[in-house]
């Protein structure tokens, strides 16, 4: 016997009380799991999110909707942006204290990993963020635009609003995410280790990652 006659052997012995024509949606499935692991006030969950971006380092700031656009002109010139990817819904308020000779880089159809590769910086909005896990997920909605923008620019600034997109749990975070968009979920700076455990930034997205968490 071979190992595939063995696997497919251990199939159908799990198999063989499973009513012919039985499908799995047709089998309820429990899912009475705690949906998190405390009981947190708004202030402590994005605490926990401060604490676990950090951890992953992502630079983390926190401010407020009158604050944010001189927030977001001071983090592009201390990184020297010279071209800025901006989706198309993102809030314009957000622009308004922009140095003019910042390009802005619309997000557009057809656009090509060399054009990408060309922009110093991404500025978007997410669609929740986990804070057990430090995670912010973006599901490319007007505010985050395509998938490609935020994984080939070497620099992402992600606005996540405070409490309203902050949830405990991957559980509760999954609960507002609609399944049929196109997700990435990112936690931390993109990074890898070879075999030596060498830790390497920037290999399948950006190498810096900053998160601002809006208030108010």
């Given at each position: 016997?071979n190992?595939r006659?063995?696997?497919?052997g ?5 198999l ?20 998190t692991?405390a ?10 999110l ?16 009158a604050?944010?656009?001189?927030l977001?002109?001071r ?21 308004s ?114 998160v ?5």
């Open positions: 016997m190992s006659d063995l696997v497919l251990r199939i159908r012995r799990a063989a009380d499973v009513p012919p024509g039985e499908r799995p949606e047709d089998v309820p499935v429990v899912r009475d799991y705690a949906q692991h009981t947190r006030t708004p202030e402590q969950r994005a605490d926990l401060a604490e676990h971006l950090a951890d992953y380092r992502a630079t983390v700031h926190r401010s407020t909707p604050d944010l656009p001189a977001i002109a983090l592009l010139a201390d990184r020297g942006t010279r071209r800025l990817v901006v989706p198309d819904g993102l809030p314009q308020r957000w622009l204290a922009l140095d003019s000779s910042i390009e802005r880089v619309a997000d557009r159809p057809g656009q090509t990993a060399r054009e990408l590769d060309a922009v110093d910086s991404v500025l978007t909005g997410c669609a929740v963020a986990i804070a057990e896990t430090g995670t912010i997920v973006l599901d490319g909605s007007a505010d985050q635009g395509r998938r490609r923008i935020t994984l080939v620019p070497d620099h992402h600034i992600c606005v996540v609003r405070v409490p309203e997109q902050v949830v405990d749990s991957v559980p509760q975070g999954l609960a507002r995410l609609d399944p049929a968009r196109p997700q990435t979920w990112v936690s931390g700076p993109s990074a890898t280790s070879d075999i030596e455990l060498d830790r390497v930034e920037g290999v399948h997205g950006p190498r810096t990652l900053e601002v968490l809006l208030a108010g």
